[in-house]
């Protein structure tokens, strides 16, 4: 089985970059039949990705959340998955270059750094914390994305404010589409981010009998989560679309990033494992 991870690792940044370029090509030259080819590498990817990490948890006995070289992969993959599913969903493709950069970047630093964990503490092996975390990466990573797509619409829009129709005009979608691609990568992250949320009262008082609702890592997530529902709620009774939403999108993102590097670095929280 070790050989097998090994050679996965190797065979992940190569195939993440592989899709990337053929996204990136199809950006310039926007052809038909590279679509559904980048379509099909990025899936062959994705199912290359979870069966890698599966084999992590199997060999390992625990879920492929002890480091953060291990985190770094999950995200890479969460971000490739929420794309998918978005492409699937909207039948756009043309800003797949964007988004594939992200797990590119992440399972390059993964591969390159991570290595066997095998004395982890006991609640790290708990299956229920590994849905938890990656329930929640999954909804970080719909933010991402969304965030992504927020500066993809301000491109545009200054590109059409100031009469440039180049590239930038030629390849992305409307400004209409953008925000809506936005849009709905933050509904998705939310809709994670509250499974995460979920999943985490439940486990929460069988790992930790004393734990605290006023966690810093709850508490912040939980800020999140009420910056993204409040915003999602809004563009429907407040009428927040276009360039609203937008920036609504990116102050989320920085709301979000903010958040996980106080949580994480500045404050003390039972979270801390290692």
């Not at 994705?46 to 890698?52: A, D, N, R, W």
């Not at 797949?96 to 797990?103: C, D, P, R, T």
């Not at 005009?169 to 949320?197: H, M, Q």
């Not at 994480?264 to 039972?270: C, D, G, M, P, Y």
Request: hydrophobic share 55%; net charge positive.
């Amino acid at each position: 089985m070790s050989q097998t991870i090994t050679t996965l690792n190797v065979l992940l940044p190569l195939l993440y970059l592989t899709s990337f370029t053929v996204y990136l090509y199809d950006f310039f030259k926007e052809q038909k039949a590279v679509g559904n080819v980048n379509r099909i590498i990025l899936f062959i990817t994705i199912i290359v990705h979870v069966s890698y990490l599966l084999a992590l948890t199997v060999e390992y006995d625990h879920p492929p959340i002890t480091t953060k070289f291990e985190i770094f992969s999950i995200i890479a993959c969460s971000i490739a998955f929420s794309y998918f599913i978005l492409e699937l969903l909207t039948d756009i493709r043309g800003t797949g270059a964007f988004i594939i950069l992200f797990s590119v970047v992440f399972q390059v630093i993964s591969s390159i750094f991570i290595g066997p964990n095998y004395k982890v503490p006991e609640v790290l092996r708990n299956r229920l914390l590994g849905l938890h975390v990656i329930s929640a990466l999954l909804g970080y990573s719909g933010i991402i994305i969304s965030a992504v797509y927020g500066v993809l619409f301000w491109l545009l829009y200054r590109n059409l404010k100031e009469n440039k129709f180049g590239l930038i005009f030629n390849r992305l979608p409307s400004l209409e589409i953008l925000e809506k691609l936005s849009f709905y990568a933050a509904v998705i992250g939310f809709i994670l981010l509250t499974l995460a949320i979920v999943i985490g009262i439940i486990w929460l008082p069988k790992a930790f009998p004393d734990f605290s609702y006023f966690d810093p890592k709850l508490t912040g997530t939980l800020f999140v989560w009420l910056v993204y529902g409040v915003g999602i709620t809004s563009k429907w009774i407040a009428n927040l679309y276009g360039k609203k939403f937008i920036i609504f999108s990116l102050i989320g993102f920085v709301v979000a990033i903010a958040s996980l590097i106080v949580t994480n670095s500045l404050a003390r929280t039972f979270h801390s494992f290692y």
